[in-house]
């Protein structure tokens, strides 16, 4: 009986993650496809062509710019979260409950007041329309949830871990990379997953900030969206998605409760 | 080599001082266990001399030098912390080897060793384990083999058999003494249970409230506490007061010779008598009359309390036939009497414990 009702939820929860791209993998391979159908009419992969064609050249580049601005703003929302996390986990100090609602306002207030907010001191610091401009802006959204991952994960870490280690000859430095790391590695991943994702779909504050200078692929595509080519768009949805999916895949046997719990 | 000496030191975490002029000395090769109840102070002790909290006050030699300003990683003295404390995501080798690998010792050496430290604690051919495979007392082996393979000058177990049941407590006990006396390494040994310092120790030292109270060999603990807290620890639970004259204790239950040394005269003094050597009996054959308040059959042996006049004495006897509110009378055996030194604390204040 568990068994079923497991493979049930499974499937839907497999189901609810696929069903949505179907019809947009069948937009990507149509020519047309107009309101009644049930189906495109005529098939074919002119949006593939030019996607990978004509277009190719400034998708990739614009694939590789979003990846950078991504990857970059994870390791650095993991490099500045997770001694915040840290200290806010293991030790009680005065202004903790004042730094978790300023932890959640960039995640409350709606993301353009914030970029625009930002984008008027950026100008006067030069990082307007600038790569580390956008990366800084994708860190006001990341930051916080990286923030609260490492929280919850050094809340439930043993220090006596590292004093044990210490004990044993391990200095300051090898405590934190042979045993800090390795204990909260998986809390780690999931941080650093959930600052790529926000930061690879990031599109108000990146056009703002980055004032169309820096194409990411979701500008890319909002662009291509704009000119109303449907099966275009959709394929280069496809490409969107691809990277995202790939690094939760990558990610996946970190995700769970294991990885937010630490070790007792 | 390995020696320890630890001078007047003091620890406070913030508030209220947690350990108060605090002195022991561990001599090479010697075994002292550190008995205390819960929250005495003792993992406190240990962590100073681990070097992973700093005394306010006082000074800890290791081998005759000062390791006041050592990081813990530089100390020649290993903590073994209560709960084992293996590295999840290291196998059962890679944690033995943790601190060679550190050190940054040659692999081929560390495995020799490592081998070796396996087969002393009884952990050969469980290398590849995963540590969550392994049974409690198999963890606490491994944990006290990652700290055996670096041959500290001082070794520092904190409870290592606090965690295990009963049966598998009694084997890790003896295997700490085998390793220990074919090593010769110089150890301080926390526990709670008194009956684990006095069987595994060459020394014990007894720490209440933060202060040390006692430092000797086990015998001496037990048969000549320093004073009726330290008697209390040990199971004491009958007290006495009476006055001393012309070398005479004189109470009420009796008169009895002080021992040579007291200068004490016309003092109040109090002297102890321990449950298993006081005597009970139906019959009228004993002086000191009696009324049976409670009965504990405890297997080898029942526990009786018996209320004479205003005082309640426990009595452990081997014989169980005998039931609340019976008559009956007790005996103190003159040598059994143990009369504390007129500057131990007074029965006042032991009362409130
Ligand atoms: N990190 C700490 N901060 C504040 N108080 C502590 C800390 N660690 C221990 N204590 C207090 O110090 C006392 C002694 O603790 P401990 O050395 O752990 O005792 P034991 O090991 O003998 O049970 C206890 O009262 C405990 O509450
Ligand atoms: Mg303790």
Redesign the interface.
């Known amino acids: 009986m568990i068994g079923l009702a497991r493979k049930i939820v499974a499937g839907g929860v497999v189901a609810a993650v696929i069903l949505p791209f179907i019809p947009l993998i069948m937009w990507s391979f149509s020519n047309r496809w107009f309101y009644p159908d049930l189906w495109p009419r005529p098939w074919g992969t002119r949006a593939w062509e030019y996607v990978l064609g004509i277009a190719g050249s400034q998708i990739t580049a614009a694939l590789g710019r979003s990846l950078w601005v991504a990857a970059v703003t994870a390791v650095m929302a993991v490099v500045v979260g997770t001694p915040a996390g840290r200290a806010l986990g293991l030790y009680d100090f005065k202004g903790k409950d004042l730094v978790s609602v300023l932890l959640t306002l960039p995640v409350i207030v709606p993301p353009l007041c914030v970029a625009m907010g930002l984008h008027l001191w950026f100008i006067k610091l030069g990082l307007a329309e600038t790569f580390g401009g956008v990366v800084l802006v994708h860190l006001t959204f990341c930051l916080p949830y990286t923030v609260f991952v490492m929280w919850g994960v050094f809340s439930n870490y043993n220090l006596d871990f590292e004093d044990q280690a210490r004990s044993l000859g391990a200095s300051t430095l090898q405590v934190m990379y042979r045993v800090m790391l390795p204990l909260t590695f998986s809390g780690i991943v999931v941080a650093g997953l959930f600052a790529f994702l926000l930061s690879w779909s990031q599109y108000l504050s990146t056009l703002i900030i980055g004032g169309g200078k820096i194409t990411t692929l979701p500008i890319l595509l909002f662009a291509l969206m704009g000119s109303g080519d449907r099966p275009v768009a959709a394929s280069v949805s496809i490409v969107f998605v691809v990277p995202a999916f790939l690094a939760l895949l990558l990610s996946a046997r970190h995700l769970g409760r294991r990885s937010i719990t630490g070790v007792r | 080599m390995g020696e320890l000496i630890l001078k007047n030191i003091n620890i406070r975490y913030g508030g209220e001082p947690v350990v108060r002029d605090f002195n022991l000395e561990v001599r090479n090769g010697e075994m002292v266990s550190l008995l205390g109840p819960s929250g005495a102070g003792k993992t406190t002790v240990l962590?100073a001399v681990?070097?992973?909290i700093r005394p306010e006050r006082g000074e800890i030699l290791i081998d005759g030098y000062s390791v006041q300003d050592l990081?813990?990683?530089k100390r020649d003295?290993?903590?073994v912390?209560q709960?084992p404390?293996l590295?999840?995501?290291m196998n059962v080798m890679q944690n033995v080897g943790?601190?060679l690998r550190?050190?940054g010792e040659p692999v081929r050496e560390a495995r020799q060793r490592i081998q070796e430290i396996l087969a002393l604690t009884q952990l050969g051919g469980l290398e590849y384990r995963k540590v969550h495979e392994l049974s409690g007392g198999q963890q606490q082996r491994v944990s006290l083999a990652?700290?055996l393979v670096?041959k500290p000058a001082i070794l520092?177990l904190d409870e290592p058999l606090s965690n295990l049941d009963a049966n598998l407590r009694q084997q890790m006990r003896e295997l700490i003494q085998e390793i220990q006396a074919q090593t010769r390494i110089t150890t301080l040994f926390v526990t709670h249970d008194q009956a684990e310092a006095l069987m595994i120790s060459h020394r014990v030292s007894l720490l209440l409230n933060g202060r040390l109270r006692q430092v000797g060999k086990p015998r001496e603990l037990f048969y000549r506490p320093a004073d009726p807290e330290v008697a209390r620890f040990f199971g004491a639970r009958n007290f006495i007061q009476g006055r001393v004259k012309d070398g005479w204790f004189q109470s009420e239950f009796g008169t009895f010779q002080v021992p040579q040394g007291f200068t004490a005269n016309g003092d109040w003094l109090t002297a102890t008598i321990r449950p298993e050597d006081l005597r009970v009996s139906p019959d009228s054959q004993f002086e000191i009359q009696g009324e049976i308040q409670k009965i504990n059959f405890e297997g080898s042996a029942t526990r009786i309390w018996v209320r004479c006049r205003t005082t309640e004495f426990v009595v452990l006897t081997s014989e169980a036939d005998f039931f609340p509110g019976q008559n009956v009378r007790i005996h103190l055996p003159p040598d059994k009497i143990r009369i504390f030194p007129p500057d131990s604390k007074e029965f006042e204040k032991i009362e409130e414990i």
């Open positions: 962590k681990a070097g992973l990081p813990p990683e003295a290993v903590m912390f709960k404390l590295f999840p995501f943790f601190g550190m050190r990652r700290a670096l520092l």
